[in-house]
């Protein structure tokens, strides 16, 4: 069954490295979207991407982050300057219609 | 704004018995969507079911269905014969439209299912 796959599965990063977390969605899939969940908080929503473009992002979404779709297959996040508070679970996801989003297993970025 | 609302932090249920897990939202989208999401201890989010606002019958997937009441704003999950396996964290959530963009989460029930 086709999934959604992330690497790397636990990233670890000083604080002011940039990262750069990838993922490669359903090959069909249409939309793309970054999530991220602080341990045991809810998972918050970052950004979704849609036709090679953003289409919505948070507040959480600020001018650290970026999202950029290098080639017909990986779909990558990229925090330029990692804070402590940057350390979480995040989630790629995507969807064919946007009626269901499905997750990867997540990267953990620990920033020290 | 989008609000989602589990009041349950944590729920037990025996093995083979059915469970309900709650959820309530607050929107002024007229249109929206609904998701049950199941996280075990590794981790990965599994997506279960999906409801949309306009869709007339609750939505179900195997042993889960979605009790929506729209009236009451409420989406609850139930599973039915429970199995040692279910045992993890449920999140609810909700998208601004009928589709997954923009999903916004509540702060999830953590099932644990006795033998």
């Known amino acids: 069954e086709p999934e959604v796959t992330q690497t790397p599965s636990h990233q670890v990063t000083q604080m002011g490295q940039e990262v750069i977390l990838r993922c490669v969605p359903i090959s069909n899939h249409l939309y793309f979207y970054w999530y991220r969940q602080i341990l045991g908080q809810k998972v918050e929503f970052l950004v979704s991407?849609?036709?090679?473009?953003?289409?919505?992002k948070s507040e959480i979404f600020d001018d650290q982050f970026s999202v950029e779709r290098p080639d017909g297959s990986n779909f990558t996040l990229k925090i330029r300057s990692t804070k402590l508070e940057d350390s979480a679970m995040y989630f790629c996801?995507?969807?064919?219609?946007?009626?269901?989003?499905?997750f990867g297993q997540g990267t953990r970025l620990t920033v020290v | 704004a989008q609000k989602i609302t589990q009041t349950q932090p944590g729920m037990f249920v025996q093995e083979k018995e059915a469970v309900t897990l709650d959820c309530t939202y607050d929107?002024?989208?007229?249109?929206?969507?609904l998701f049950w999401y199941k996280q075990p201890s590794s981790g990965e989010m599994i997506f279960l079911i999906y409801q949309g606002s306009y869709d007339q019958q609750n939505a179900t997937e195997g042993r889960y269905s979605l009790n929506f009441q729209k009236a009451r704003k409420s989406a609850n999950l139930v599973i039915s014969a429970s199995q040692l396996g279910d045992s993890a964290m449920y999140f609810c959530?909700?998208?601004?439209?009928?589709?997954?963009?923009?999903?916004?989460f509540g702060t999830g029930t953590r099932l644990t299912v006795i033998p």
């Open positions: 959530a909700m998208s601004p439209s009928t589709g997954a963009n923009n999903l916004f």
């Open positions: 991407f849609y036709n090679n473009e953003i289409s919505e």
């Open positions: 996801a995507s969807s064919p219609t946007a009626t269901e989003a499905f």
């Open positions: 929107t002024s989208d007229p249109s929206y969507g």
